[in-house]
């Protein structure tokens, strides 16, 4: 009968092979993103996208006002809590995707990612070494956390020593994520990490693989950067300075209004303030000076990576940056960016399903896309 | 590239659900062909147990005639039984009138005839020469039946059969034929007819043989 079912299982994969991608949850501290793709060809399409908001977040009591809106979830709360409070917005939301399966990930830092020099030795011993690293590291049991890791491809020409990128998460807060997920009606498939998320987005939008690319993920609680070549992370870093949460406190504190007015001064559409400022550096309004700081600080950490990326993988210099995230909202960022870093930044971008409506920003969904896309990977 | 951070006793038992779920749907399937197989089977069973009370209905009353017949058979072969019985003791015996007439006849010609043979035949209905339907008969031979056979209550005749045959001689030819009208005369024998006559020379003398049959009924 086992062998049944799998001949069976050939024949659909084989035949039957579908065209939807599974449901890609992201979770963050702020949001939980959900998107699915579609695979036409080579041409990926973006078939539905939904955010849920945190019902109970937390506000920041500095800037809270009678209709602050705006907030989110400590990373403690959002381990111990699971997805618990937004089950009912899961659950109702479950027709708006087809098919059960879902390949999510924990953003926001939740799961730890780390770059570790190991001597040369085999997938399995680096492996078992990476893990007691990193148990080791966090006083933990070795059982009670999971550890997966990936060559970097880096060179260390004195040492000898391979680099390696390590994620890490507790097995507690994985089962908990997963099993919120299955009693919502998904049947959570992987939980996949986020450098890893960001490469495949990337090679959704790139199609020239050989490129090198500087993605930047811009999002609530950290900045994330991530060098792809050929649809793999060849090195990673979270900023949590550069997380948009920071960009709106300093705008709410220095005009005194609350951090969704803040939000919404930052993401208007009529706005162009960061390449205004970026080009003539005369700020026109205190918005687009404060914005103008915030770049500057933005485009000093994107040099420093840069720099470091072109000493440790000289064949991966990146050509261009590619962004996404909620971030990619603020108007002309792109542009400011391009011409601050002197390489072509262009917002990640797929087709859209004629189902959507609106004015979506689906570069917000470049992470739960690439997590769709995990389905035909997966394959 | 991916990455799974998910616990491998997790990703157990999602298999371990989904192998149940694919068996339970199999299962499923299956129980779901039996049953319309069997639904189907017991539709078939209970539409040939219908046609067969239609049918057995339709036929009931032919069962029913059939009982009777064999009812009114058994009782026809009662009845028969006790007429043969009744008979026995009620008939006259014919061949003891006849042997008289015959002595009357032949004495009154003053023994120009004498009989050398005389043999009398009963013969007893079969049950299948009962059950037969008789011919239609033409009027006068009807009326000749009625009048020679005693007839049952139902129509039918007894069915014994009385036959005689008598072989004599004569000198005269004459003789003969008062015979046959004397014999015919009476109702024992019906039915008397002369057979042959042959002439002959004895001690040269001559002489006429002949033979007569007759047929009674009962």
Known sequence: MSSLLSYFDQIRHQWLAPSFGWTGIEIGCHEIKMAQVRKLGSRWQLEAVWTVDHPTPYVNPNHASSEELFGWIPIDKLKSGGLSPTFENLVSLKSLFRGRNCAATLTDGIIEYRELDLPPCGVSESHAMVCSEIALEKECELEELLTECWDLLQTRPRSQASCFATVSLEKSTALRFARDLMNAGFECRALDAVPCAMARATSMAVEDGEQSVLTIDLGYQQATLTLVKQGQPLLSRGIRSLGLVSWLESIATSFGVSMSDAQTLLFQSTGNHVEKSCENFEFSNPLQQKLGSYLQSFTVELDRTIHFASQVCRSASPTQILLMGPGTRIPGIDQALARRIGLPANIWSIDVSENLFGNQCIAAYAISAALSSLAFEAQ | ?218
């Open chain 2, 1 to 218: 590239m991916h990455v799974n951070l998910l616990p491998s006793s997790f990703v157990w038992r999602r298999l371990a659900r989904k192998r149940i779920r694919q068996w339970t749907l199999g299962f499923g399937c299956l129980f779901f062909l039996f049953v319309v197989a069997n639904q189907h089977l017991v539709l078939g069973l209970w539409k040939g147990r219908c046609e067969y009370h239609a049918l057995h209905s339709s036929i009931e009353p032919i069962c029913e005639l059939q009982n009777r017949q064999a009812d009114l058979a058994n009782q026809s072969g009662a009845l028969l039984q006790k007429i043969k019985q009744l008979k026995v003791v009620v008939s006259p015996d014919r061949t003891t009138s006849f042997l008289g007439l015959l002595s009357q006849g032949v004495g009154a010609d003053e023994g120009k005839i004498q009989i050398r043979e005389f043999q009398v035949t009963v013969t007893e209905p079969t049950k299948q020469d009962l059950n037969r339907p008789k011919a239609p008969q033409s009027t006068n031979t009807e009326k000749s039946t009625k009048s020679s056979t005693a007839v049952v209550p139902d129509g039918r005749t007894t069915g014994i059969q009385y036959q005689m045959s008598m072989r004599g001689i004569s000198t005269e030819g004459e003789s003969i034929s008062k015979l046959v009208d004397e014999l015919q005369k009476s109702s024992v024998f019906p039915e008397i007819e002369l057979r042959s006559t042959q002439e002959r020379f004895v001690s040269e003398r001559m002489i006429q043989e002949f033979q007569l049959e007759g047929v009674g009924h009962e």
